[in-house]
């Protein structure tokens, strides 16, 4: 079974950087279209950011474009969100998800098409 593992997250002021890592095991990552989504205290959860299998195809959320960026190590088995000029508006429980099947360019912007979820990293901006 796939297992996903979020890390890199904590406390940073605004217009910090935080680099959050999501460390695969289970099987091969180049299988797996990869997202990254968030949640804050009374808030649904939301797509921040989606990578496809092979890499080229990546999508964000308008709020963070041109902030953060998605990438992937597919030799390391880890999939990366570099986060920039952060707000406190980006405070929130982020969450790497999976979805399995070789899917070349396409990626998944909706929580409800991941297979499986990491525990998730907390991310607090704050002064």
């Known amino acids: 079974q796939l297992q996903l593992v979020e890390s890199g997250g904590g406390l940073v002021q605004p217009g910090g950087s935080l680099r959050l890592s999501c460390a695969v095991s289970?099987?091969?990552?180049?299988?797996?279209?990869v997202g990254w989504f968030r949640q804050a205290p009374g808030e649904e959860r939301e797509g921040v950011s989606s990578?496809?299998?092979?890499?080229?195809?990546?999508n964000y959320a308008d709020s963070v474009k041109g902030r953060f960026t998605i990438s992937r190590d597919d030799a390391r088995n880890t999939v990366y969100l570099q986060m920039n000029s952060l707000k406190p508006e980006d405070t929130g429980v982020y969450y790497c998800?999976?979805?399995?099947?070789?899917?070349?360019?396409?990626?998944?912007?909706?929580?409800?098409?991941?297979?499986?979820w990491g525990q998730g990293t907390q991310v607090t901006v704050s002064p």
């Open positions: 289970g099987h091969t990552l180049d299988d797996y279209a």
């Open positions: 990578i496809s299998s092979d890499g080229t195809g990546t």
């Open positions: 998800a999976a979805k399995g099947g070789y899917s070349g360019s396409y990626y998944y912007t909706e929580w409800y098409e991941y297979d499986d």
